[in-house]
Structure formats: C-alpha cells, structure tokens
C-alpha cells in the first residue's frame, strides 16, 4: 500500500494535483511523505492503517468522514481547516466509546517541539462538539500534551456543566472514566500554547486534577505562554494544578486564564 501512495505522489504530473485513495482500507508498509504540491484527498469509507509507520502530510489532507485514521503509526498533519480534528482518529463522543486512544493518536499528530518553530510542536487539536445533548468525549488515561509548543486544543463552543447530559446532572465536553489520582490533561515542557471552549468533567473520581500545568513528580517543568480563554472544570479534586513541587512549577505570571469557571 505504501509503494502504490508513494507511485501516486511519484506520477503526478504538476502541482496541486489530487492523490484519491479509493474506499476501504490501506495498510501502510512503509513510511510515505505526501509533499507540499500534492493534495491527499480520503473520502468517506475510507481509513489509512499506520500499522507503525509514518504518513507524513506536509501541506494538508482533505477527509470528508470520521475514523480515517487507525493503527499505531503516526500521522503528521492537518486537515483542510488547520487543524487535527480527533474524530478523524476515530473519537466519538457518543459517551459509550472510550476516546482514549483516537485522542492519543491525534496528539501524536503534533510533532514534539523543543523551541519555537514553523515546522515542530504546530497544530490545534480539535474537538467537534457532540451531535446530541447527552454526547461527550469519554476519557480513562492522561491526555498527555508533554513537549507540544506552539499547540492548542479546542472546540467550537463551550459544554457548561449546566446542561444536563446522560447523567441526569451536567455536561461536559471530556468526562474522566479512569483512575484515582491522575491527571486528566497534562501541559509539560512546553512554550506557547492555547485551549478554547474545554470543559472537563472529573466525576467526583479522588484524586483527579483537571487541568495540570507540571507533572505530579518533581522534575523540571517548563510551562510558560498558556493561554485559555472558555474553560470550566468541575467535580475534580483540583480543578488547574500550577505545579506540586518548587522544581517543576509554570511560569504563572506567563499564563492567562480568561473566563475560567472552577
């Protein structure tokens, strides 16, 4: 499958021409590279299997369904928009499945960055809010954003907690299914990132942290230019964590929180 994408890329005649991937499902073998005067175009029915390798998009893909992207590889990219919508990865806010993994993938799509860069640590994961009111992104292990510079993460509207979803009392857009004393979203060693429209539900779970600006362990943390504008946080035992420890604390005069309901 890798050979016949890359002979597709290869066989291009000019810029901008359009590499179609047929319905159903392509296995990669190999690391592909689709470059900047090419455009990877995946309709609906179709998925890409990383299977441990790496697509690499350097413009942008254009996915017209949900759940194109699958395995263990990564896909370094974005959409159309701009963005990394976790959906495509497979998320579903139907609030049965558990989002964990398509959520993690997405990450993987931000490339670890460790200055300020155009190529390392740039895109906004995106969350495309539920298709009913008792839909939201069903989460049990850390949404690890450790080492993703110039990165965001939101969504088009914020979820308040005063709207009543499947649990009869409030809503959401990520609620925690997973361990006691873990943080749900973690920012560590990073410069320069933004959230949006993020509500987080920790389900009365002990221990939990909401939102983790350093890890819970002491070791240096770099945590500087955060900027949130439209967040809440509820039902954790902490709602925004500023770091545990003198060593691994954020730059709190660095970071801005506008319209933060804890």
């Known amino acids: 499958t890798s050979a016949t994408i890359n002979a597709a890329v290869a066989n291009a005649e000019s810029n901008g021409k359009i590499i179609f991937l047929n319905p159903g499902t392509w296995t990669l073998n190999a690391d592909v590279t689709v470059p900047r005067t090419r455009r990877l175009k995946i309709p609906s029915g179709t998925t890409i299997n990383t299977n441990g390798f790496t697509l690499t998009v350097q413009d942008y893909y254009d996915a017209d369904g949900p759940a194109c992207f699958t395995g263990t590889g990564t896909v370094i990219g974005t959409d159309k928009n701009g963005l990394i ?54 989460v049990s292990s850390t949404i690890d954003l450790s080492n993703r510079w110039n990165a965001g993460m939101m969504a088009p509207t914020l979820i308040t907690r005063g709207q009543s979803d499947v649990d009869g009392e409030r ?88 319209d933060t309901y804890i």
Not at 92 to 107: E, F, G, K, Q
Not at 208 to 229: D, E, N, Y
């Open 85 to 138: 919508n976790v959906q495509h990865f497979g998320a579903n806010p139907d609030n049965s499945d558990d989002d964990t993994a398509a959520i993690l993938m997405a990450v993987k799509s931000i490339p670890p960055g460790t200055a300020f860069s155009t190529t390392k640590g740039s895109g906004y994961l995106y969350f495309p809010l539920p298709k009913t009111q008792t839909g939201f992104y069903k």
């Open 171 to 258: 809503g959401a857009l990520i609620k925690w299914y997973g361990a006691t004393n873990t943080d749900i979203v973690l920012l560590h060693n990073l410069i320069s990132f933004e959230l949006i429209n993020i509500s987080i539900d920790g389900r009365d779970i002990a221990g939990v942290v909401g939102l983790a600006l350093g890890p819970r362990v002491t070791q240096t943390s770099i945590v500087k230019m955060v900027r949130a504008h439209h967040i809440e946080v509820s039902h954790c035992d902490i709602g925004i964590r500023h770091g545990d420890y003198a060593a691994n604390g954020p730059d709190v005069a660095s970071n801005t929180f506008n």
